[in-house]
């Protein structure tokens, strides 16, 4: 069991982000930024995100693809969550079809049949998670992307093609370093970035790195831990971090999922060195963030083991006072929500 984080509030049904901001006649990075700090908080477009950054600064963001990882069933939906070390086995969940919530009856051995000839046999039960062993024609990542469909939840009002969930830094997630893995769901900090805002950022002295993570299924919130992932920071990642922390620039993490990943290979100094696997790291009162200054966040939910994280880089105090804000404001949630920029207190870095 985990700490539970202290930011505390109600959301309003109304305030969930029920389609893109594409379909509501916007572009990506104009969706609201809420910008934070010890001193004021301020209210902006995503595309201002220059405007509250510095030359010398890094941004480092998460290349991990979507996954269409959502496959019907014959009275069940499978959301494929995490590729795991052993062949043919995945973490999944198991969800009614009408978006209610996970399916609560299945037994370890019970075999699930999937379209065209496929079939999944639960192994065992990690939390709302099963073990699961995979029989498909073809290997995973084919079949889903022949028969699976973006994970959705009941607050979206419709469904939404695969590029809808991709951010402008995905990449294949067959790659070299990470081997048939992806993202269960979008690494969704990063959705509001446009090739124009990239350019304008790189062309005004701020650095861009990747990182490498894959996120699981997001629907493990209510003070649930996060389950390990699977992730890879680069030597030239770890390079400009470094350098960006020596020359007094701040390191601006592009989602949870990139403060995970740099944290899991810091030095108790604030330095980081290259590094992949799997990581559990939880941060937390007990392990505070030790190289991230800024976070790119979207707006979790409450009693989310996400807002820990939060807290561990901007302090308990300043997130308390960013959802108050945001809810005031009628900011708006989830993947296709609104932005948030959180930068740790000065006197803290």
Same mark, same amino acid.
């Given at each position: ?17 029920? #389609? ?40 480092? /963001? ?26 043919? @086995?995945?973490? /999944? ?5 009408? #978006? ?20 999944? @046999? ?22 889903? $992307? ?16 695969? *590029? ?73 990642? *770890? ?16 989602? @949870? ?8 290979? $810091?030095?108790?100094?604030? +330095?980081? /060195? ?22 790119? +966040? ?13 807290? $561990? /880089? ?11 804000? *945001?809810? @005031? ?21």
């Amino acid at each position: 069991m985990i700490a539970a984080a202290r930011t505390r509030f109600v959301l309003p049904a109304e305030l969930s982000a029920g #389609q893109p901001p594409e379909s509501r006649g916007l572009r990506r990075d104009q969706v609201r930024l809420l910008v934070a700090d010890g001193a004021a908080v301020w209210h902006a477009r995503f595309a201002d995100l220059g405007r509250f950054l510095s030359p010398g600064d890094l941004v480092v /963001v998460n290349t991990s693809a979507t996954l269409p990882a959502a496959v019907d069933a014959d009275g069940v939906v499978v959301h494929f969550s995490t590729a795991l070390d052993e062949p043919d @086995t995945w973490l /999944v969940e198991l969800r009614r079809p009408d #978006q209610s919530g996970p399916v609560g009856d299945a037994v370890p051995g019970e075999r699930i049949t999937l379209p065209a000839g496929a079939s999944l @046999t639960l192994l065992g039960a990690t939390g709302r998670l099963w073990r699961a062993r995979v029989t498909v024609p073809g290997g995973v990542r084919g079949y889903l $992307a022949r028969h699976g469909r973006p994970i959705a939840y009941g607050y979206l009002r419709g469904r939404f093609p695969l *590029a809808a969930y991709q951010t402008v830094f995905a990449r294949d997630p067959g790659s070299a370093d990470l081997p048939g893995a992806g993202s269960a769901e979008l690494p969704s900090a990063g959705r509001p970035f446009t090739a124009e805002l990239v350019t304008g950022l790189v062309a005004a002295g701020v650095g861009i790195a990747p990182i490498t993570l894959h996120t699981g299924v997001s629907s493990l919130e209510g003070d649930e831990p996060p389950q390990p992932e699977r992730f890879a920071v680069p030597e030239p990642t *770890a390079r400009q971090v470094n350098l960006a922390r020596r020359t007094g620039g701040r390191v601006v993490a592009v989602g @949870t999922t990139v403060a995970r990943a740099l944290e899991t290979v $810091a030095r108790p100094d604030g +330095t980081v /060195v290259a590094g992949g696997g799997w990581t559990d790291l939880v941060l937390g009162p007990d392990r505070p963030a030790r190289v991230v200054d800024g976070l790119v +966040t979207g707006w979790h939910e409450p009693h989310a083991s996400h807002l820990l994280l939060l807290e $561990a /880089v901007a302090g308990a105090e300043l997130v308390q006072r960013a959802y108050d804000a *945001a809810l @005031t404001n009628r900011y708006l949630w989830h993947e296709f929500g609104d932005s948030c920029l959180l930068f740790r207190p000065r006197e803290d870095r």
